[in-house]
């Protein structure tokens, strides 16, 4: 079941987007949208607190800690209810297509009676849109693009909640008299950045028992499938688990069948059937005799095959089986091996938590090393100045090395203006440890700006990373065009790394445009963009992302020592 903390997000942004399709004051929508991101990031559980301990979560008042209380006393919360009988649900869905605006949707609504997202693709196909006020040609194109790329995305479930699902079953699972054995397995394990569906697989003699817990999980909504070998469930928000029971000899080999990818599988198999074997879910067998060869773990399976233990993300039929016959592997870079977080924000821009804050939870993380890197002038509404930067760089150093020794790097993260100019003069910007530099403007110039713009501000000495260089948002935004090769070059050339981007909507760069990027010879940052101490925990997804772009620790700078990572932050070269 999700934490409390996220009910209570979702209803309060549900709130504010009712309150903004209706009309409601910008203002109150934006106070409800700042409480509800406050809560779903608050380190403790809500449901523990009470009026008082409510309000000393960020952004929330008296009025909204009441609405909260009224929740967690009843369930609902009667002005919620009063404003969902307004507005069908269908409505709200309207405007979680990109572009399109709760105004509009409301316009939708009461002009042309589209209350769901189906109606609204085909009153654009009747081109019905045209005529109505504030809706010209452009509108109809960019609504019609916005539904494209929600379809796009479609069915496929943002990687962190599909993990999530994933990890309470398996917990839930594990519990069970006679499970041996107990994982996830498919485009999850591979940590593919959306998956279809969550595998789950057991080992045990008996599958009766993990069966009928699946199809009685509290999450369950619906049944699809219930027998002896597979039993595939729907969740209350729409996600589809399959799990199957095999038996605990054949761990190995179902584990290796179920993390796929089928481009991976149909590679071992053809490698199988070549030295007379035959592979399966069930193991590998001689294929004359029928006799087992190989089982119970994955390393035993591979290794029959005459190849090394595969890592799961890069498990993609991209060279992996190549490289494993040559033995050159790549050692893939792990959540350990990094030392520091190098793009993370705070309160005194759109963080949520104190410095403090953040700098105690980073350095329970044990890391040698963090940068705080708050937003830059440009991005206006943050109403960031010069005092307040240099405030904050007295208030990091006194902090630097007080926990457990972590070093702090005074850092910020600059706007990349559209001709490729920063928020500070050459002079300021020397005086940071550390600048990101990412694109939060103008997203839409032709190919030959976006690359002049990026190239220039790697071409900056004072700009070490690009933050989120595509500034995708998976499902909601197409990433900028530029000609990303001479971009990567100019990386390159200029000793500047490129973000991985872990929070999960991003995951920017992604994995074929690392791999892409590595070809250059760039160095690369995996970084959490941190705006809350739970963000921190991101860093699983972005080091999965950069695994999956085949990169080794040697490939990333934040799991360099302090010293080696000072001489790349000198930019006098690729380090
Ligand atoms: P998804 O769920 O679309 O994100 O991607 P996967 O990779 O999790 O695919 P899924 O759930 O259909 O199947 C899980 C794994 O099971 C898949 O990665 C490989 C294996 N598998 C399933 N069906 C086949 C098949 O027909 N042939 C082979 N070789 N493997 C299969
Ligand atoms: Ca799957
Ligand atoms: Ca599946
Ligand atoms: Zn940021």
Redesign the pocket.
């Known amino acids: 079941m999700a934490r409390p903390n996220e009910e209570v997000e979702a209803l309060l942004q549900e709130y504010a987007d009712l309150v903004a399709i209706t009309g409601g004051d910008a203002f109150k929508v934006r106070a409800y949208e700042k409480a509800a991101r406050a809560i779903g990031g608050y380190p403790v559980d809500i449901s523990h607190l009470d009026a008082e301990g409510l309000r000393e979560i960020p952004n929330v008042g008296r009025s909204i800690a009441e609405k909260v209380l009224e929740y967690l006393r009843t369930g609902s919360v009667a002005v919620v209810e009063e404003r969902r009988a307004r507005i069908p649900a269908g409505v709200r869905e309207l405007i979680a297509i990109p572009t399109l605006g709760p105004k509009k949707a409301l316009r939708l609504h009461e002009d042309l009676h589209i209350s769901s997202v189906a109606q609204l693709a085909d009153a654009i196909a009747a081109d019905a849109l045209r005529d109505l006020k504030g809706f010209g040609e452009k509108t109809q194109d960019n609504i019609a693009h916005g539904i494209a790329l929600m379809r796009q995305a479609g069915a496929?479930v943002p990687l962190h909640l599909a993990l999530g699902t994933a990890e309470e079953i398996v917990a839930e699972l594990s519990g069970i008299t006679g499970c041996k054995r107990c994982a996830y397995?498919?485009?999850?394990r591979?940590m593919?950045e959306t998956?279809?569906?969550v595998?789950i697989l057991v080992a045990a003699e008996r599958s009766a028992p993990f069966m009928d817990a699946l199809a009685a999980w509290p999450s369950t909504a619906e049944v699809i499938a219930h027998g002896p070998k597979k039993t595939s469930i729907r969740t209350g928000r729409g996600l589809q688990v399959?799990l199957r029971v095999l038996p605990p000899d054949s761990w190995g080999a179902g584990l290796q069948?179920?993390?796929?990818?089928?481009a991976h599988?149909?590679r071992t198999?053809t490698i199988a059937v070549h030295e007379g074997l035959k592979l399966s879910e069930y193991g590998l067998f001689d294929a004359e005799s029928g006799r087992s060869l190989a089982s119970r773990t994955e390393e035993e399976v591979y290794a029959r095959l005459g190849l090394p233990w595969i890592p799961p993300t890069l498990r993609e039929d991209r060279g992996e089986i190549e490289a494993a016959l040559r033995g050159e592997l790549p050692q893939v870079v792990t959540e350990r091996s990094i030392r520091g977080d190098l793009h993370t924000h705070t309160d005194l821009t759109d963080g949520l938590a104190p410095l403090e804050t953040m700098v105690a939870a980073a350095a329970e993380r044990g890391y040698a090393y963090y940068a705080v890197t708050d937003h830059a002038p440009r991005l206006y509404m943050q109403r960031m100045t010069d005092e307040k930067i240099l405030a904050q760089r007295e208030q990091l150093r006194a902090l630097d090395g007080v926990h457990r020794g972590m070093r702090l790097l005074h850092g910020t993260e600059l706007n990349i203006g559209p001709d490729g100019e920063l928020d500070w003069p050459d002079g300021f910007l020397a005086g940071f440890d550390l600048c990101v530099a990412s694109l939060h403007s103008h997203f839409d110039l032709d190919r030959r700006a976006m690359t002049r713009r990026l190239v220039r501000a790697c071409e900056n000495p004072h700009v070490h990373v690009i933050g989120h260089p595509r500034t995708r948002l998976i499902g909601r935004r197409a990433g900028v065009d530029a000609d990303w090769d001479e971009v990567f070059a100019a990386c390159a050339r200029t000793g500047t790394a490129l973000e991985v981007n872990s929070q999960p909507d991003r995951l920017d760069l992604c994995d074929e445009d690392i791999l892409r990027a590595k070809r250059y010879g760039v160095r690369f940052a995996v970084d959490t963009d941190a705006h809350s101490v739970l963000h921190l925990a991101y860093l699983r997804y972005g080091v999965g992302t950069a695994q999956r772009g085949w990169l080794t620790a040697d490939d990333v700078i934040n799991t360099w020592p302090l010293r080696r990572l000072r001489r790349f932050l000198a930019k006098s070269g690729p380090g």
């Open positions: 496929r397995a498919g485009s999850l591979r593919k998956v279809g569906d595998d399959d069948y179920f993390t796929g990818s089928k599988n149909i198999r």
